[in-house]
């Protein structure tokens, strides 16, 4: 488990932003859609705050389309989902429940990795 915490603060012209604490060094994060790395995150550390670092997730245009598009922050290390955002494109919605069914989605994936890792790992032990 981690021992820091991702808070958004915006999105803005098209990049995600939020704020990481609580380490010094700086974090090493990947950004996950349909299971794929998203490029161009950016960590920079935050001027006379020592132990935050500004994270910069850019949208990327060909990666919206009709409905809901969900995007894991990770700790590259781990694999522990640190934060999440979803992108609503076209018929708005009265309830951001098909958010929540593709977040469901994109977590249950990740767990799926995450088990079959650990059984071919573990399988030479028993």
């Known amino acids: 488990m981690t021992n820091f915490t991702l808070t958004k603060t915006r999105i803005r012209a098209g990049v995600w932003e939020g704020v990481l604490s609580g380490t010094a060094d700086a974090p090493a994060l990947q950004v996950l859609h349909l299971e794929k790395p998203v490029a161009g995150v950016a960590i920079a550390a935050v001027a006379e705050r020592p132990g935050e670092w500004l994270v910069q997730v850019p949208i990327p245009v060909d990666l919206l389309s ?12 781990t694999g522990e989902k640190l934060q999440h955002f979803t992108v609503i494109t076209g018929v708005a919605m009265e309830d951001d429940l098909r958010a929540e069914v593709d977040l469901l989605r994109a977590e249950l994936d990740m767990l799926k990795r995450a088990f079959r890792r650990h059984c071919l790992e573990t399988a030479d032990q028993y």
């Open 66 to 77: 009709e409905g809901v598009q969900t995007f894991l922050i990770c700790d590259a290390g």
